[in-house]
């Protein structure tokens, strides 16, 4: 007889709705603050998809994501407002700049919208899982892990081009599957690396948890 945990068909299954289910937390709880949350709901939400990544059968998913949205909703709530204001300042910079034909502040908008991009990939899974003493660190150590890991930023890239093609070049009913694989593949690209360095941090402070 082949053992519970060794059962691929089975932990298969378990994975699968283990995600489906992140996503509607992560949704229930986005629509319940307006969206405002969706920043927090997000962190939290990678946070338990890393614990399901390492034990998919013993990690209680609604506790978890609780707990840790508590620890997380202020910094990531405010990153999710300030990227929010930006995005929205660059849409009305490119406007300006294309009434203007201002070809270099297009482009300036192109390269600025790009970084905001790849920083919003990183930054909900980075509150999720690391502390920072303060914004600055966080911004900094970001933007260096997505240089010093191009590959890694180039399939983020790719898996959110792939939502976006699911959700709004086939149909916007796919979206709760389709966030559901974007969570699978986001984590299974983020773990590999940031497993790194959560054992480095281990090493240089063996005392904390």
Do not use: C
């Not at 709901?41 to 059968?57: M, N, P």
């Not at 013993?58 to 990153?79: D, G, N, R």
């Not at 406007?95 to 201002?102: P, T, W």
């Not at 559901?180 to 402070?205: G, W």
Request: aromatic share 16%.
């Amino acid at each position: 007889m082949m053992n519970e945990k060794t059962n691929p068909i089975k932990d298969a299954y378990v994975n699968t709705m283990n995600y489906v289910a992140l996503a509607i937390i992560w949704l229930l709880f986005s629509m319940a603050g307006l969206l405002i949350t969706a920043g927090a709901s997000l962190s939290a939400v990678f946070y338990v998809a890393f614990r399901v990544k390492e034990d998919a059968r013993h990690t209680p998913l609604v506790k978890t994501f609780l707990t840790h949205l508590k620890k997380t909703i202020i910094p990531a709530t405010i990153a999710y407002l300030l990227i929010a204001l930006f995005a929205a300042g660059l849409f009305f910079i490119h406007n300006y700049a294309a009434a203007e034909e201002a070809t270099l502040v297009r482009y300036a908008v192109y390269f600025s919208g790009f970084y905001l991009v790849v920083f919003s990939l990183y930054v909900f899974p980075v509150l999720g899982l690391f502390n920072h003493k303060n914004p600055l660190h966080l911004i900094r150590n970001i933007l260096i892990m997505a240089h010093i890991h191009p590959f890694l930023t180039f399939r983020l890239l790719g898996t959110l081009a792939l939502l976006y093609l699911v959700v709004f070049l086939i149909h916007p009913v796919l979206f709760l599957p389709a966030f559901a694989l974007y969570l699978f593949l986001q984590t299974s690209h983020m773990k590999p690396v940031f497993d790194i360095y959560i054992e480095k941090l281990k090493e240089d402070s063996p005392d904390e948890e």
